[in-house]
């Protein structure tokens, strides 16, 4: 079991540019989330599927995050025309079902510049 | 929303104990977790509550208060390897976890 693998570990975007963060959850696991991670704001809640479908996005930012899933093997997190505020720790999580513990990837970390 | 708070930091002795406390306001609660995360490296979970009282799992333990919004995890016999940072996570009715900020908990010799 290779945990929650989350590609690229690092990414240095430039400002206006686009980026695509890959995330491939445990196998078997039904859910999976996204969160971003800053010093001053925590581990905030992005994003959420169960069985591939989107079941809350209410922590996306509407304008310029968007994220799929368009098969159980992973879920991708696309920032258009990225911002410095988007530089953070985007960590992907997985469980085996609503009521099960989340298992994280290491993150991705994004340094728009 | 959920607002979950820890204080930002904390101190203890090798060897004593430590709390770790959370408080929460939330619109709605489906339990409490708490995970550690090491400086670099990804949350991983400890522990899950949703009824009151005490869980004794050893090294680490965790109460909870659903009327207080109150909850603490305790690490007993503490090592210089606990030196990390303790997150508080409410589960909300649907499931998804909100977290605290974290208490970044320093062990000293």
């Known amino acids: 079991n290779a945990g929650v693998i989350q590609t690229p570990r690092h990414k240095v975007t430039g400002k206006g540019q686009e980026a695509t963060l890959w995330c491939e959850p445990i196998s078997g696991h039904s859910a999976v989330f996204w969160y971003r991670q800053t010093i001053v704001q925590g581990l905030e809640f992005l994003t959420y599927f169960r069985n591939q479908a989107p079941i809350d996005d209410s922590g996306m930012p509407k304008e310029r995050f968007s994220a799929q899933m368009p098969n159980q093997s992973h879920s991708t997190l696309k920032i258009q025309s990225t911002q410095p505020q988007d530089s953070a720790v985007y960590l992907c999580?997985?469980?085996?079902?609503?009521?099960?513990?989340?298992?994280f990837g290491s993150g991705t970390r994004l340094l728009v510049i | 929303g959920q607002g979950v708070e820890q204080p930002a930091k904390l101190m203890s002795v090798e060897g004593t104990f430590a709390r770790v406390n959370c408080t929460y306001s939330t619109s709605g609660f489906n339990g409490l977790s708490w995970y550690q995360q090491r400086e670099g490296q990804a949350p991983v979970f400890l522990s899950y509550?949703?009824?009151?009282g005490l869980k004794d799992s050893g090294h680490f333990s965790t109460f909870l208060s659903r009327s207080n919004g109150y909850s603490y995890l305790l690490l007993t016999e503490l090592q210089i390897k606990d030196s990390a940072s303790y997150l508080c996570?409410?589960?909300?009715?649907?499931?998804?976890?909100?977290f605290g900020s974290g208490t970044k908990l320093t062990v000293e010799p």
């Open positions: 509550v949703v009824l009151d």
């Open positions: 999580a997985s469980s085996l079902d609503s009521n099960s513990d989340y298992t």
């Open positions: 996570a409410v589960r909300s009715n649907y499931n998804v976890l909100y």
